[in-house]
Protein backbone atom coordinates (compact mmCIF):
# COMPACT_ATOMS: atom_id res chain seq x y z
CA UNK A 1 0.00 0.00 0.00
CA UNK A 2 1.40 3.43 -0.87
CA UNK A 3 2.24 4.96 2.70
CA UNK A 4 2.30 8.65 1.34
CA UNK A 5 -1.88 7.96 0.00
CA UNK A 6 -2.43 6.66 3.77
CA UNK A 7 -0.29 9.47 5.20
CA UNK A 8 -2.47 12.19 3.20
CA UNK A 9 -5.58 10.08 3.79
CA UNK A 10 -4.94 10.06 7.17
CA UNK A 11 -4.93 13.45 7.34
CA UNK A 12 -8.27 14.10 5.37
CA UNK A 13 -9.81 11.81 7.76
CA UNK A 14 -8.90 13.70 10.42
CA UNK A 15 -9.45 17.09 9.64
CA UNK A 16 -12.96 16.34 8.01
CA UNK A 17 -11.98 18.10 4.86
CA UNK A 18 -10.16 18.42 1.47
CA UNK A 19 -8.80 22.03 2.01
CA UNK A 20 -7.88 21.85 5.82
CA UNK A 21 -5.69 18.54 5.19
CA UNK A 22 -4.21 20.56 2.32
CA UNK A 23 -3.19 23.72 4.62
CA UNK A 24 -2.08 21.11 7.10
CA UNK A 25 -0.02 18.99 4.24
CA UNK A 26 1.33 22.12 2.75
CA UNK A 27 -1.10 20.39 -0.70
CA UNK A 28 -3.40 22.10 -2.62
CA UNK A 29 -6.98 20.58 -2.36
CA UNK A 30 -6.57 19.08 -6.12
CA UNK A 31 -3.80 17.33 -5.20
CA UNK A 32 -5.18 15.65 -1.61
CA UNK A 33 -8.42 14.83 -3.71
CA UNK A 34 -6.16 12.93 -6.15
CA UNK A 35 -4.41 11.14 -3.77
CA UNK A 36 -7.33 10.48 -2.11
CA UNK A 37 -8.91 8.83 -5.01
CA UNK A 38 -5.97 7.12 -6.05
CA UNK A 39 -6.24 4.96 -2.77
CA UNK A 40 -9.90 4.29 -3.13
CA UNK A 41 -9.25 2.86 -6.32
CA UNK A 42 -6.53 1.17 -5.25
CA UNK A 43 -8.62 -0.81 -2.82
CA UNK A 44 -11.87 -0.43 -4.52
CA UNK A 45 -14.17 1.27 -2.62
CA UNK A 46 -15.49 4.21 -0.95
CA UNK A 47 -13.57 5.42 1.96
CA UNK A 48 -15.62 9.35 2.06
CA UNK A 49 -18.77 9.76 1.94
CA UNK A 50 -19.18 13.62 -0.05
CA UNK A 51 -20.84 16.22 1.42
CA UNK A 52 -21.74 20.20 1.36
CA UNK A 53 -20.32 20.45 4.87
CA UNK A 54 -17.28 18.27 4.48
CA UNK A 55 -16.32 14.53 4.49
CA UNK A 56 -17.93 11.39 6.86
CA UNK A 57 -15.78 8.28 6.85
CA UNK A 58 -17.84 5.10 5.38
CA UNK A 59 -17.63 1.88 7.27
CA UNK A 60 -14.66 0.74 5.28
CA UNK A 61 -12.98 4.30 5.88
CA UNK A 62 -13.38 4.02 9.16
CA UNK A 63 -11.63 0.74 9.14
CA UNK A 64 -8.83 2.31 7.35
CA UNK A 65 -8.75 5.46 9.59
CA UNK A 66 -8.45 3.11 12.94
CA UNK A 67 -5.64 1.02 11.39
CA UNK A 68 -3.30 4.76 10.15
CA UNK A 69 -4.12 6.05 13.67
CA UNK A 70 -2.60 2.95 15.19
CA UNK A 71 0.41 3.25 13.10
CA UNK A 72 0.41 7.23 13.42
CA UNK A 73 0.64 6.30 17.23
CA UNK A 74 3.78 4.08 16.67
CA UNK A 75 5.82 6.30 14.40
CA UNK A 76 5.65 8.80 17.18
CA UNK A 77 6.38 6.32 19.88
CA UNK A 78 9.71 5.60 18.10
CA UNK A 79 10.24 9.40 17.09
CA UNK A 80 10.12 9.82 20.68
CA UNK A 81 12.76 6.94 21.31
CA UNK A 82 15.09 8.14 18.99
CA UNK A 83 14.83 11.42 20.48
CA UNK A 84 14.88 10.46 24.07
CA UNK A 85 18.12 8.69 22.88
CA UNK A 86 20.25 12.12 23.43
CA UNK A 87 21.19 13.13 26.68
CA UNK A 88 19.69 16.25 26.80
CA UNK A 89 15.71 17.00 27.97
CA UNK A 90 13.61 18.70 25.58
CA UNK A 91 10.48 18.17 23.04
CA UNK A 92 7.01 17.74 24.13
CA UNK A 93 5.39 15.67 27.23
CA UNK A 94 1.83 14.86 27.13
CA UNK A 95 0.74 14.73 30.96
CA UNK A 96 -2.84 13.66 31.96
CA UNK A 97 -4.55 14.00 35.15
CA UNK A 98 -7.58 15.18 36.89
CA UNK A 99 -8.74 18.62 36.82
CA UNK A 100 -8.65 19.24 40.62
CA UNK A 101 -4.85 17.61 41.16
CA UNK A 102 -3.11 19.49 37.87
CA UNK A 103 -4.81 22.81 39.09
CA UNK A 104 -4.28 22.67 42.48
CA UNK A 105 -1.08 20.49 43.12
CA UNK A 106 0.75 19.82 39.65
CA UNK A 107 0.29 22.81 37.83
CA UNK A 108 2.08 25.99 40.47
CA UNK A 109 4.57 23.52 40.48
CA UNK A 110 5.85 23.15 36.94
CA UNK A 111 7.92 26.36 37.28
CA UNK A 112 10.61 23.95 39.16
CA UNK A 113 10.57 21.45 36.08
CA UNK A 114 10.75 24.12 33.65
CA UNK A 115 13.55 25.85 35.60
CA UNK A 116 15.71 22.32 35.03
CA UNK A 117 14.53 21.81 31.80
CA UNK A 118 13.98 24.96 29.55
CA UNK A 119 13.49 23.43 26.19
CA UNK A 120 10.74 20.39 27.77
CA UNK A 121 6.80 21.22 25.66
CA UNK A 122 4.17 20.41 28.18
CA UNK A 123 0.98 19.45 27.20
CA UNK A 124 -1.09 18.73 30.40
CA UNK A 125 -4.23 17.27 30.00
CA UNK A 126 -6.78 18.15 32.51
CA UNK A 127 -9.70 15.61 32.59
CA UNK A 128 -11.29 13.37 34.61
CA UNK A 129 -12.14 10.46 31.73
CA UNK A 130 -8.82 7.51 31.70
CA UNK A 131 -6.69 8.44 28.87
CA UNK A 132 -5.27 5.25 27.31
CA UNK A 133 -1.48 5.24 27.19
CA UNK A 134 -0.58 2.00 25.56
CA UNK A 135 -2.38 3.75 22.59
CA UNK A 136 -0.33 6.86 23.03
CA UNK A 137 -3.25 9.22 24.22
CA UNK A 138 -1.06 10.69 26.46
CA UNK A 139 3.17 9.78 27.78
CA UNK A 140 2.21 10.07 31.70
CA UNK A 141 -0.55 10.13 33.84
CA UNK A 142 -0.99 10.76 37.00
CA UNK A 143 -4.01 8.82 38.52
CA UNK A 144 -6.35 8.58 41.60
CA UNK A 145 -6.28 4.77 41.30
CA UNK A 146 -3.71 1.99 40.20
CA UNK A 147 -3.87 1.77 36.81
CA UNK A 148 -5.53 -1.54 35.34
CA UNK A 149 -3.69 -1.98 32.12
CA UNK A 150 -0.64 -4.56 32.55
CA UNK A 151 1.71 -3.05 30.19
CA UNK A 152 2.23 0.44 32.14
CA UNK A 153 4.71 0.87 34.68
CA UNK A 154 3.22 2.51 38.05
CA UNK A 155 5.01 4.26 40.96
CA UNK A 156 2.37 4.72 44.38
CA UNK A 157 3.02 8.53 45.06
CA UNK A 158 1.23 9.22 47.77
CA UNK A 159 -2.05 8.62 49.79
CA UNK A 160 -4.62 11.62 50.00
CA UNK A 161 -8.14 12.20 51.77
CA UNK A 162 -11.08 14.59 51.50
CA UNK A 163 -11.51 16.69 54.42
CA UNK A 164 -13.67 19.84 55.43
CA UNK A 165 -12.02 23.47 55.29
CA UNK A 166 -13.11 26.90 55.85
CA UNK A 167 -10.96 30.10 56.32
CA UNK A 168 -10.29 31.99 59.27
CA UNK A 169 -12.77 35.02 58.14
CA UNK A 170 -15.63 32.71 57.14
CA UNK A 171 -15.37 30.75 61.01
CA UNK A 172 -14.56 34.14 62.59
CA UNK A 173 -18.46 35.47 61.48
CA UNK A 174 -19.89 32.19 60.99
CA UNK A 175 -18.53 30.12 64.01
CA UNK A 176 -16.32 27.06 64.23
CA UNK A 177 -18.33 23.58 63.81
CA UNK A 178 -17.08 20.78 66.01
CA UNK A 179 -19.10 17.64 65.80
CA UNK A 180 -20.74 16.63 62.10
CA UNK A 181 -24.22 17.54 62.87
CA UNK A 182 -23.48 21.15 63.30
CA UNK A 183 -22.98 21.18 59.45
CA UNK A 184 -26.33 21.94 58.97
CA UNK A 185 -25.87 25.50 60.33
CA UNK A 186 -23.15 26.14 57.26
CA UNK A 187 -23.25 26.41 53.65
CA UNK A 188 -21.52 22.98 52.30
CA UNK A 189 -19.26 23.48 49.10
CA UNK A 190 -18.55 20.88 47.59
CA UNK A 191 -18.52 18.54 43.93
CA UNK A 192 -21.83 17.39 42.65
CA UNK A 193 -22.33 13.74 43.10
CA UNK A 194 -23.47 13.72 39.21
CA UNK A 195 -19.94 14.72 38.00
CA UNK A 196 -16.73 12.68 37.70
CA UNK A 197 -14.99 12.97 40.92
CA UNK A 198 -13.27 9.89 42.80
CA UNK A 199 -15.66 7.30 44.42
CA UNK A 200 -14.32 8.34 48.38
CA UNK A 201 -14.90 12.41 48.07
CA UNK A 202 -18.60 11.19 46.13
CA UNK A 203 -18.73 9.03 49.29
CA UNK A 204 -17.77 11.81 52.09
CA UNK A 205 -20.16 14.25 49.94
CA UNK A 206 -23.01 11.66 49.96
CA UNK A 207 -22.89 11.06 53.45
CA UNK A 208 -22.76 15.10 54.19
CA UNK A 209 -25.67 15.64 52.34
CA UNK A 210 -27.66 12.90 54.40
CA UNK A 211 -27.67 16.15 57.45
CA UNK A 212 -30.85 19.21 56.47
CA UNK A 213 -27.56 21.64 55.41
CA UNK A 214 -28.82 24.86 54.89
CA UNK A 215 -27.55 26.21 51.54
CA UNK A 216 -24.85 24.55 49.26
CA UNK A 217 -22.70 25.30 46.49
CA UNK A 218 -22.34 22.50 43.89
CA UNK A 219 -19.10 22.34 41.69
CA UNK A 220 -17.71 19.86 38.76
CA UNK A 221 -14.49 20.01 40.43
CA UNK A 222 -12.37 20.98 42.99
CA UNK A 223 -10.76 24.07 41.59
CA UNK A 224 -13.86 25.61 41.84
CA UNK A 225 -14.72 24.38 45.06
CA UNK A 226 -11.51 26.15 46.82
CA UNK A 227 -12.20 29.41 44.68
CA UNK A 228 -15.53 28.97 46.52
CA UNK A 229 -13.55 28.20 50.52
CA UNK A 230 -10.97 31.03 49.80
CA UNK A 231 -13.99 33.52 49.19
CA UNK A 232 -15.66 33.23 52.27
CA UNK A 233 -18.41 31.52 50.66
CA UNK A 234 -18.61 28.26 52.82
CA UNK A 235 -16.80 25.00 54.71
CA UNK A 236 -15.54 22.93 51.30
CA UNK A 237 -15.00 19.65 50.61
CA UNK A 238 -11.12 19.39 49.38
CA UNK A 239 -8.38 17.34 49.09
CA UNK A 240 -5.92 17.38 52.18
CA UNK A 241 -2.65 18.73 50.35
CA UNK A 242 -4.30 22.01 49.53
CA UNK A 243 -2.95 23.20 52.96
CA UNK A 244 0.72 23.18 51.41
CA UNK A 245 -0.08 25.89 49.00
CA UNK A 246 -3.21 27.47 51.19
CA UNK A 247 -1.80 27.16 54.80
CA UNK A 248 -3.82 29.42 56.10
CA UNK A 249 -7.10 26.95 55.48
CA UNK A 250 -8.43 25.70 58.39
CA UNK A 251 -9.65 21.59 58.95
CA UNK A 252 -12.63 21.30 60.66
CA UNK A 253 -14.83 18.53 62.37
CA UNK A 254 -11.45 16.57 62.17
CA UNK A 255 -12.91 13.15 62.59
CA UNK A 256 -14.75 13.47 59.12
CA UNK A 257 -12.88 12.93 56.26
CA UNK A 258 -12.65 10.45 53.56
CA UNK A 259 -11.13 6.99 52.93
CA UNK A 260 -7.50 6.97 51.36
CA UNK A 261 -7.46 7.49 47.60
CA UNK A 262 -3.77 6.07 46.63
CA UNK A 263 -1.96 8.42 43.72
CA UNK A 264 -0.15 7.04 41.05
CA UNK A 265 2.04 7.99 38.70
CA UNK A 266 2.17 5.58 34.78
CA UNK A 267 3.95 5.25 31.92
CA UNK A 268 4.09 2.80 29.02
CA UNK A 269 6.72 0.06 29.21
CA UNK A 270 8.01 1.25 25.79
CA UNK A 271 8.99 4.95 27.24
CA UNK A 272 11.12 3.38 30.01
CA UNK A 273 14.27 4.81 28.53
CA UNK A 274 12.76 8.16 27.83
CA UNK A 275 14.68 11.22 29.12
CA UNK A 276 11.78 13.36 29.30
CA UNK A 277 9.68 10.99 31.41
CA UNK A 278 12.32 10.13 33.56
CA UNK A 279 12.88 13.64 34.33
CA UNK A 280 9.20 14.39 35.23
CA UNK A 281 9.22 11.19 37.01
CA UNK A 282 12.01 12.35 39.31
CA UNK A 283 10.51 15.84 39.60
CA UNK A 284 6.99 14.68 40.80
CA UNK A 285 9.01 12.75 43.30
CA UNK A 286 11.33 14.95 45.15
CA UNK A 287 7.89 17.14 44.88
CA UNK A 288 6.56 14.56 46.68
CA UNK A 289 9.50 13.96 49.26
CA UNK A 290 9.45 17.73 50.17
CA UNK A 291 5.20 17.06 50.67
CA UNK A 292 6.03 15.12 53.18
CA UNK A 293 8.75 16.53 54.43
CA UNK A 294 6.32 19.45 55.14
CA UNK A 295 3.62 17.53 56.76
CA UNK A 296 6.13 15.66 59.09
CA UNK A 297 7.17 19.30 60.03
CA UNK A 298 3.53 20.25 60.64
CA UNK A 299 2.73 17.01 63.01
CA UNK A 300 5.66 18.09 65.64
CA UNK A 301 4.30 21.02 66.27
Known sequence: MDWDKLRIFHAVAD?????????????????VSRQVRGLEEMLNTTLFHRHARGLILTE?????????????????????????????????????????????WLAPRLPKLYEQYPDLKVDLMLEERVLDLPMREADVAIRMKEPSQADLIRKKLMMIRMCLFATPDYLAENGTPVEIEEIENHRLICQNTNS???????????????????????????FGVLQGVLNNLGIGVLPDYVTEDFPDLVRVIQDVESADVPVFLAYPEELRHSQRVAAFKDFVQDEIIAYRKQLREKQKI
Do not use: C, P, W
Not at 15 to 31: I, R
Not at 71 to 78: Q, S, V
Open 15 to 31: AGSLTHAGDKLNLSQSA
Open 60 to 104: QGELLFDATSAMTKRLDTASARIRDSEEEVFGELRVTTTTGFGTL
Open 196 to 222: DQVGAGRNLVQHLMTYDIRSTLTVNNY
